[in-house]
């Protein structure tokens, strides 16, 4: 069976290289068809018969395509070539149309006083999809029902894109000293963002009870890397705090064709910390 190299892009990326698109399309009409004449391929594509030729040429070379009984067919590496190039192709259009949202009309909270029919912008703001007055923004629409200042607003013929800034994940690490450390709950206190909005949230049982000990309000404590993946997509930062053994399991979360950007430090003020100080 012919299988596609791991080193070979594909789907969408695949049909870059040149001749490609051609070659999928003849074996398909080959798959389908079975045609006597290279002169009907090339109709149906849209093509000239020396173009038609070249591919038929370059199939055959690579063992993927013969004529028997007078009429070219695929093999049976052609055919699951055909089928797995096809397969790949229709996961990645797939994936590719989940992420792209036809929005006509939503709702926006309200930075300031909007009456109907006033033109905005809409931005995100602290992950919250906001509007203010003025359409000139890379995303606008119209105001189609209005609201005072932090209410909901619904705005329809939306025009452009929301601007998406990823936001920084921090990931402070607990060495296995570090629970019995005295000084923990400080530590862990003055590792904390700035930003109040700021997500933090535990990887495991001993990380939770570090942040609890020390008074830290609102700890989330499931789920932690997608919600913080999440929270860094809609521009809101986030902090972590995991056990060194757990840190790897936490980081293949982040892995992936758009990864957040990540900052992994150990949690400051511990013993190898102060070794290094002196």
């Known amino acids: 069976m012919v299988g596609v190299r791991s080193s070979e892009a594909t789907g969408l990326a695949g049909l870059r290289r040149g001749?490609?698109?051609?070659?999928?399309?003849?074996?398909y009409e080959c798959a389908t068809l079975e045609p006597t004449q290279l002169r009907p391929i090339a109709?149906?594509?849209?093509?000239?018969?020396?173009?038609?030729?070249?591919?038929?040429?370059?199939?055959r070379r690579r063992g993927l395509v013969t004529?028997?009984?007078?009429?070219?067919?695929?093999?049976?590496?052609?055919?699951?070539?055909?089928?797995?190039?096809l397969r790949r192709l229709g996961d990645d259009l797939r994936e590719r149309i989940e992420r792209v949202h036809v929005i006509r009309s939503t709702r926006a909270l309200a930075l300031a006083d909007l009456a109907e029919g006033a033109a905005v912008s809409l931005e995100l703001q602290h992950g919250l999809l906001s509007a203010r007055p003025g359409g000139g923004g890379p995303s606008r629409g119209r105001v189609?029902?209005?609201?005072?200042?932090?209410?909901?607003?619904?705005?329809?013929?939306?025009?452009?894109?929301?601007?998406?800034?990823?936001?920084?994940?921090s990931v402070r690490t607990l060495a296995s000293d570090d629970l019995v450390d005295g000084r923990?709950?400080?530590?862990?206190?003055?590792?904390l963002p700035s930003d109040p909005l700021s997500l933090v949230a535990a990887e495991g049982l001993e990380a939770y009870h570090a942040l609890s000990?020390?008074?830290?309000?609102?700890?989330?404590?499931?789920?932690a890397g997608t919600a913080c993946l999440e929270a860094s997509r809609l521009g809101v930062p986030s902090y972590i705090l995991v056990l060194e053994s757990d840190l790897p399991y936490l980081l293949a979360q982040f892995v992936g064709p758009s990864p957040p950007p990540l900052e992994v430090a150990p949690l400051p003020g511990g013993a190898k910390a102060r070794r290094r100080g002196h």
């Open 19 to 27: 001749g490609t698109v051609t070659e999928l399309l003849f074996l």
């Open 43 to 59: 109709e149906r594509l849209g093509l000239t018969v020396q173009a038609v030729s070249h591919s038929y040429r370059q199939l």
């Open 67 to 85: 004529v028997r009984d007078g009429r070219y067919r695929p093999t049976v590496e052609g055919v699951a070539w055909l089928h797995e190039t």
């Open 144 to 169: 189609q029902r209005g609201g005072r200042k932090g209410s909901l607003v619904e705005v329809s013929d939306l025009e452009g894109i929301v601007p998406l800034t990823p936001a920084p994940i």
């Open 184 to 191: 923990l709950g400080n530590r862990v206190r003055s590792s």
């Open 213 to 223: 000990n020390a008074g830290v309000p609102s700890v989330l404590r499931f789920a």
